[in-house]
């Protein structure tokens, strides 16, 4: 029996077939030998029992931060206020979907708490509308401005992802009320939200699933070497090839040698910042590969297409045509 994975807790794997029936199921032990790897989301086959998963089927996508597999669509969720939109944040999640190739839309929310709301709207469109992301204004605390997209996520597998505090949960509350999802605010020391969801789940709605996540603050492009960066943002990279250099990494502050830099007139600022942000995280990710490789270098030899250890001097035995020329000149000294 096929069927797809709606929420893990510690070792258990809770998953629904076609008919929604839902079972309880742990992991055959050769699944984890073979260390094959089961999110929320992959579609699995059960045993016959319906105790155990005995394989994972194939993945439409996948991403590693959060684990979810096999979604149509990710909600870049977002605050206007409280917090207040961070520009390079919103880019980076952007540029990480764009990475692995997943479609997203940006949703903005708490617009009850925008003064002036139509000149914010109108800079975020003028943004991410040119790069072709859709983008909704909402009030998910006063559920205002919902349905153009409850219409757009309809018949779809949606995830969310954004900052903790920005109201993923208080969303999927507004979407469906009888889901009663816990809910936090913003903390008054670090302005930054407080964690509420706690694992991934799939919640099934009327016409369409959502896979909640948890927040999470900590992606880093340190992952990808910097000559690929450019290529995560579609603003720049019409620039990039008419630089001086073909090497260049588009942080040279000099005109005549960088062409995105002498386009920055033509681009937004954050879309710009965002990407030495992420060029930076990049180099220092070459940097390390580059330690570890020498590291790797010193206590490995190649021999042909063979690798193998070195044996390190302290414990390397003296040959004995050494150990010979060592006593011959003991016995000319003498």
Partial sequence: MQAQVYK??????????????????????????????????????????????????????????????????MLVVCSIKE???????????????????????????????????????????????????????ISAKNKLDLQDLKEFIKDKTIALCGLSG?????????????????????????????????????????????????????????????????????DLKIYSNECKYSDCLHNVNQKGICCVYDNLDKIEISRYESYLAFLAEAIEYRELISKRSIKEETFNKKTGHRISLKISKRKRMVSRNTQKQKIKEEDNEI
């Fill in 83 to 137: 917090p207040d939109l961070d520009y390079i944040q919103l880019n980076r999640y952007l540029t990480y979907l764009k990475y692995c190739n997943v479609d997203c839309a940006v949703v903005l929310n708490k617009e009850d708490l925008e003064e002036n709301l139509e000149k914010i709207k109108k800079e975020i469109k003028d943004i991410y509308e040119r790069l072709n992301y859709k983008t909704f204004f």
């Fill in 8 to 73: 893990i807790h510690s070792d258990f794997y809770y998953v629904k077939n076609s008919k929604h029936d839902e079972f309880v199921c742990k992991l055959r032990e050769v699944l984890k030998k073979q260390k094959i790897d089961i999110v929320v989301g992959d579609f699995v086959e059960l045993s016959i029992d319906k105790n155990f998963i005995v394989s994972r089927l194939d993945r439409k996508n996948f991403l590693l931060r959060p684990k979810v597999a096999n979604i149509d669509l």
């Fill in 166 to 234: 920005v109201g993923k949960s208080m969303l999927l509350n507004s979407l469906n009320p009888d889901i009663n999802l816990k809910t936090g605010g913003v903390s008054s020391k670090t302005q930054r939200g407080c964690h509420t969801t706690r694992h991934c789940e799939i919640i099934e709605f009327g016409n369409f699933k959502i896979i909640d996540t948890p927040g999470f603050s900590n992606l880093k492009f340190d992952f990808l070497l910097p000559d690929k960066v450019i290529d995560l943002f579609d």
